[in-house]
């Protein structure tokens, strides 16, 4: 399979993708945790299955961001949490999908503002291209999140 190679800043589109895949993976607990992905397809598999309840806990302590919020923006009680978390079950496809969601919206804005708390303050920031709501909360949606990753690529070219 050939892939054309287009500019991205400084970057290859494709060696950013593939960067921000392996950032996601460590972000959300490692090989061990979800596995070895190369590309975002490849976490389609993992997420039909569901992710290990394990990875909500990396999650909350990448993304540095306290555990009731991502625990709202996953639509998880944390009861339901705690006791997931106990039992080892797997998440739900949909909550898999929002915390894949939720974790590349943290990755990617990390890697743009090139710092963790800059990322998290950003984030956590009402922001008037999205109608005075903080990115955060938006994340649990498909439009949500695609506007957020709209905001972000723009903070990255300026």
Not at 93 to 105: C, N
Not at 122 to 131: A, D, I, P, T, V
Not at 138 to 152: K, Q, Y
Request: proline share 2%.
């Amino acid at each position: 399979m050939a892939y054309r190679v287009v500019k991205w800043g400084t970057k290859c589109f494709m060696e950013f993708a593939r960067e921000i895949v392996k950032e996601l993976t460590e972000f959300m607990g490692g090989r061990s945790v979800i596995g070895s992905h190369r590309t975002d397809f490849e976490f389609s598999k993992i997420i039909r299955v569901g992710f290990p309840s394990r990875g909500i806990a990396c999650v909350v302590k990448s993304s540095a961001i306290s555990d009731d919020v991502i625990y709202q923006s996953l639509r998880i009680a944390k009861r339901a949490a705690a006791w997931r978390k106990a039992s080892a079950s797997r998440l739900a496809p949909a909550e898999s999908e929002l915390s894949y969601r939720s974790s590349k919206v943290v990755v990617t804005a990390t890697d743009i503002l090139e710092d963790r708390d800059t990322a998290r303050e950003c984030l956590s920031s009402e922001n008037r291209s999205l109608y005075g709501n903080r990115p955060i909360d938006l994340r649990d949606t498909a439009i949500g999140f695609e506007d957020v990753m709209d905001i972000l690529r723009r903070i990255e070219f300026g």
